[in-house]
């Protein structure tokens, strides 16, 4: 068995750099140990590779930096399970193991010219950072962006150096938090409260979206109802996944498999389809 | 050459001996405990083959192990972090497989190129030889004839026999059962008219045998219809199953795995690939604990909907061969027989 042959074989990379996020997300800075393998390691915004942990076996981890960034691959990780609780007791310098990129991508040709909101809750910003800022790398191609992200709580709020950054390219970022606390000043309230700040253009203006399902529901509700189509409203899901590939069938939507059908679908698509749980 | 042959039977045994010079050979065999199960034949002499009853598992644990190692995997230091997969066995020659489990295989040949070929399992089925053995007698749960993948095949095989009382009457059909016969041609005579005929009869006798009526073109043609079924049909399928995963084991083209590392030593292990089911509870549950399968209203849901429904969209025919075994192994009466009955049932 050669290499190429085995889709199920891992590539060694090493842990560059951890940046903790908050108390429950570490972003990791990876590079294949093989200098040529991390040169020509393309992925797309929106995809995934199934990360191996030493003794821990494989979970699915969209990958959070953007292709326009080459040499970069940061995976943000929430500790939610055995896995990535081993994961988050990694240091710079150990290894792990990947394989990918799998998955279809966010549709970011299709998406130029148009107006982007983001909306994530919580780790949901991890795989939306990557096609922020691919658009910030290619600003001339897309219309105005738009993040809007929730946090349970001021402490909880992830990812603030990478906010920082899109504000100061123009980005309009707009933050919530679920409860308020000392020193907090901004908006309190789930990120639906936060469209009563913004007034998109539907007919130029789709939407990104990441959280867990029921953020999802109430989103997507908030968007119809400022007229923006099914079609336009793109979301990425989160499943149980083993192999990657569209063979394990862990990941199903009924007879799609987020895997290989996803894990980025149109609300379009997901409409009908019982495991999507959208009701 | 002529592709209808003559093998007698007193041949057979001798035959299969050449043939294991360079395959493993699995058989139907009768163990001490009276059970009829595919094993891998080590000693012709001493071996029961059971060609009287319909064994107990398919052939899909040999081509696709209930558990099997896919790499060895090394954590050295400085180094690295190695996986190393093993190394391929010798070439396997299935004898006596019925029309349904071959007709899986052919299934699972198609699972397992999607999205590049699995090396695990190609890796086994590749040189496979698979002389099959025509149903003269359903057995009780058998609805082959219903599912169309039998009782007797007209493709896939190497070779197809069908017992015709002292002898065989052999189709040839791939190239691989050509060379076999090629090879072995003083094993075989070809075939009379008289043979043929014989044949033909066995085929008409076959088909009038069948105990079960099971309408599963009819269920297929429901559950196509946009019309949801009844939520209280799912709900009570998925109350009476056990979540024992013995319908999925037993089933010839249930193809769900899990992978799992399992530690040896602090700096090796190995990478495993086990069977799963879709109708266990934790099937599609994510770290941190929230499911998207409630798996007390929809257990069974996936199971049955992805053979009769989602693989005849994808691939045209439903994945149920029709073998009947988990008839035979569901204690809690929610096998695909009672679906398709209650299905049928569903007024439309």
Not at chain 1, 256 to 269: D, M, N, R, S, W
Not at chain 2, 293 to 305: C, H, K, S, T, Y
Request: hydrophobic share 35%.
């Amino acid at each position: 068995m050669t290499d190429n042959g085995n889709p199920y074989l891992p590539h060694p990379a090493r842990i560059l750099r951890v940046r903790e996020e908050n108390s429950q997300i570490k972003s990791f800075e990876l590079a294949f140990t093989d200098p040529e393998r991390h040169r020509a390691f393309t992925y797309r915004p929106g995809q995934f590779v199934m990360v191996s942990v030493p003794h821990g076996g494989e979970a699915p981890i969209s990958i959070s930096s953007s292709p326009t960034r080459p040499g970069r691959l940061t995976l943000s990780v929430r500790k939610a399970g055995r896995l990535t609780a081993a994961l988050h007791r990694m240091a710079e310098g150990e290894l792990v193991g990947l394989r990918g990129p799998y998955g279809r991508p966010f549709p970011v040709e299709e998406l130029r010219g148009r107006d982007l909101i983001f909306v994530a809750g919580g780790i949901g910003l991890a795989p939306l950072a990557s096609v922020v800022n691919l658009c910030l790398d290619r600003r001339e191609e897309y219309g105005q962006l738009t993040v809007l992200y929730g946090s349970r709580s001021p402490a909880d709020i992830a990812f603030r150096d990478e906010l920082e950054g899109w504000r100061r390219a123009g980005v309009k970022c707009l933050l919530t938090v679920d409860q308020g606390g000392e020193g907090w000043t901004g908006q309190v309230g789930l990120v639906t409260t936060l469209f009563a700040q913004i007034s998109p253009d539907p007919g130029r203006s789709s939407a990104l979206i990441c959280g867990p399902p029921v953020m999802f529901r109430f989103v997507a509700a908030e968007l119809t109802r400022l007229g923006l189509s099914d079609q336009d409203i793109v979301t990425t899901l989160e499943r149980h996944m083993k192999c990657g590939l569209g063979v394990c069938r862990h990941c199903h939507l009924g007879p799609k498999l987020v895997c290989a059908h996803g894990p980025v679908f149109t609300l379009a698509e997901l409409r009908g389809l019982r495991e999507a749980e959208l009701a | 050459m002529n592709d209808h042959l003559i093998l007698k039977k007193d041949h057979t045994l001798s035959l299969l001996r050449r043939l294991m010079r360079e395959h493993r050979l699995v058989a139907p065999l009768r163990n001490r405990h009276g059970d009829t199960l595919f094993s891998e034949v080590e000693d012709l002499a001493g071996a029961e083959l059971d060609l009287e009853h319909q064994p107990q598992a398919s052939l899909k644990p040999f081509l696709f192990p209930q558990q099997e190692t896919m790499f060895r995997y090394r954590l050295d230091g400085e180094g690295g972090y190695r996986f190393e997969p093993p190394e391929p066995g010798r070439p396997l020659l299935f004898f006596g497989v019925r029309a349904c489990d071959l007709s899986a295989v052919l299934y699972l040949d198609v699972i397992f190129s999607k999205r590049g070929r699995d090396p695990y399992y190609f890796a086994r089925r590749r040189d496979s030889l698979l002389i099959s053995l025509a149903c003269n007698q359903p057995f009780a749960n058998c609805f082959c004839n219903s599912a169309k993948t039998g009782p007797f095949l007209e493709y896939g095989f190497d070779l197809q026999l069908t017992d015709l009382g002292d002898r065989y009457l052999v189709e040839v059909g791939r190239a691989r059962g050509a060379e076999l016969v090629g090879r072995w041609r003083h094993f075989f005579t070809p075939a009379e008219e008289a043979d043929r005929k014989a044949q033909y009869q066995a085929l008409l006798e076959s088909r009038s045998h069948f105990q079960r009526q099971v309408h599963l073109e009819q269920a297929i043609r429901r559950l196509q219809a946009d019309e949801p079924l009844p939520e209280e049909l799912w709900a009570g399928l998925s109350r009476r199953c056990q979540d024992c995963g013995g319908c999925a084991y037993v089933c010839p083209t249930c193809t769900c795995f899990t992978i799992t590392d399992q530690q040896i030593t602090a700096t090796e292990g190995l990478r495993q690939r086990s069977w799963d089911a879709c109708t266990f509870g934790g099937f599609t549950r994510l770290a941190g604990g929230h499911n998207p399968v409630d798996p007390g209203r929809e257990a069974v849901r996936q199971r049955f909907l992805h053979k009769l429904l989602y693989d005849v969209r994808e691939h045209g025919r439903p994945s149920c061969v029709g073998c009947g075994r988990c008839v035979g192994i569901c204690f809690g009466g929610v096998d695909i027989v009672r679906f398709i009955d209650l299905v049928c049932e569903v007024r439309q």
